[in-house]
């Protein structure tokens, strides 16, 4: 609506500026015309020490063409002299006209008007015989065809400006057309994305702001298709995982009091199931607990940590793990590897990846975990020699509750969560992580990438 106001502005703007330039300047030419006929005549008088209708008739019979519609010379009672006008000559009358007042005064007048069918130019001078006023000089023009030029001009610039009008009115329909159209379509879209229908997209075409806006929508609705989808996954399997260990708790309790003449040995191994089903499914609590967190965006302050340090207590703890199940721990280290995150983030990445490679690698196995800087990058990776990863499954493994053989991996008490809390981590403190194969022999090697903070700043 504004835009049209501002064009209707403008049209106004066209129809009176170009008008009024062209009356004033049209003023101005008549003025020095008028100004130059009357001191012509003035001149022509200026020798005579009084003024007659004789002698100023003789004076003025040598004038060349004024080109004024009527002249008048008066004396100094306003009588009319001389007049130029052919028939009803008003010589013997009084003429006394604004103008003749104000020349007779001894001022130069000029006065001019536009009646839309002439421009009516009156003048006056008053004529000086050594320093006296003897009398005054009067011309009056009546001119249409400048008229006629202006009103001509007047005319096509309303053509023109109506031609405008009606060409931007039909131009205006039609894009409010089309932008309502696409604003209809647009609206209907979010509405049925707000009833949950994330799969409708906004069919808009074009290439203005509207389409884009329409392309940046369906962009945030795949994204919330995706987040739903997701979500809807995650609640799936969270409701599963927990699920599990609950259902085998119930199982073993109804096994223990249904059961009347259990020994005590059986009655503590189904105890001790129900203590490792609690333990799983605390397990899986703390996890999804840690899964809140981190997508939430809390996290805690970042300050600068020594890797190597984390480290050497995460071996520490895993040590005894290792050595039940005849796994060898093995690591190398660089002391300058600091990165800017907690001690906590540190030692989630690296206990989840070593535990990972302890479960899965078979007796006579081995976990090695290297630390070392590249350029303005602290590269931690963590190699082992067990059963390895699919190529298929290779793209999943950090998806939460993903895993490459479920019943293997429940029998040695994951809950599908580790390697998705481990991404989610290294990602929110600005790194990288990614799975591979062995170069040789069966295995995985993770690699993880964190920023490089400057060791100075590393607690002591």
């Known amino acids: 609506m504004s835009y049209i106001l501002i064009i209707l502005a ?11 330039v062209s009356q004033s300047l049209v003023f101005r030419t008549k003025e020095t015309a008028m100004k130059s006929s009357v001191k012509m005549v003035e001149s022509a008088l200026s020798g005579l020490p009084e003024l007659t209708e004789e002698n100023v008739g003789q004076a003025l019979a040598s004038v060349e063409e004024t080109g004024v519609s009527r002249l008048l010379v008066t004396d100094t009672s306003g009588c009319i002299l001389f007049d130029t006008r052919e028939g009803g000559s008003a010589k013997g009358m009084y003429a006394m006209y604004t103008e003749i007042v104000q020349a007779l005064d001894g001022s130069d007048a000029f006065y001019c008007r536009y009646d839309s069918h002439a421009f009516l130019s009156r003048g006056a001078s008053p004529v000086v015989y050594r320093n006296r006023i003897i009398g005054a000089v009067y011309a009056y023009e009546y001119d ?10 007047q005319t096509n610039l309303t053509r023109i400006s109506l031609l ?4 931007v009115v039909a131009l205006s329909a039609l894009l409010s057309r089309a932008f309502t159209r696409k604003i209809r379509e647009l609206l209907q879209a979010i509405r049925q994305v707000r009833e949950g229908a994330y799969s409708h997209r906004a069919s808009v075409r074009g290439n203005d702001e509207i389409a884009q806006l329409a392309t940046e929508f369906n962009s945030l609705t795949d994204r919330l298709q995706t987040t739903e989808a997701a979500r809807r996954r995650f609640v799936s399997d969270a409701s599963h995982e927990l699920k599990t260990p609950l259902a085998g708790i119930r199982l073993l309790t109804d096994s223990i009091l249904q059961t009347e003449d259990m020994n005590a040995d059986t009655t503590r191994e189904f105890v001790e199931d129900i203590g490792r089903e609690a333990q799983r499914l605390s397990r899986i609590t703390e996890d999804l607990l840690r899964l809140t967190r981190l997508d939430s965006g809390i996290q805690d302050a970042a300050y600068p940590v020594s890797v190597s340090r984390v480290l050497e207590r995460v071996v520490r703890m895993l040590g005894v793990v290792a050595r039940e199940k005849e796994v060898t721990l093995t ?11 907690t001690e906590d983030d540190i030692h989630q990445i690296l ?10 690698s078979g007796s ?12 303005d990058t602290v590269v931690i990776s963590v190699e082992d020699n067990g059963i390895g990863i699919p190529n298929e499954d290779m793209e999943h493994i950090f998806e939460r509750f993903y895993r490459v053989d479920k019943n293997r991996s429940r029998a040695v008490g994951g809950t ?8 989610d981590t290294v990602r929110r403190r600005g790194g990288s992580i990614r ?25 002591e």
């Open 144 to 153: 249409t065809q400048q008229a006629e030029l202006l009103q001509s001009f």
């Open 416 to 423: 599908g969560l580790g390697l998705s809390i481990v991404s």
């Open 164 to 167: 405008i009008g009606v060409l």
């Open 435 to 459: 799975a591979q194969h062995r170069q040789s022999g069966s295995g995985t090697v993770f690699i993880v990438e964190l920023p490089l903070a400057r060791r100075e700043e590393a607690d």
């Open 10 to 20: 403008v049209l106004v703007l066209l129809n009176t500026y170009p008008l009024l």
């Open 364 to 375: 006579m196995g081995f976990v090695h975990t290297t630390l070392k800087t590249v350029g």
């Open 331 to 341: 690591y190398e280290t660089e002391e300058d590897a600091v990165v800017r995150a």
């Open 351 to 360: 206990y989840n990846l070593m535990e990972n490679g302890i479960k899965y």
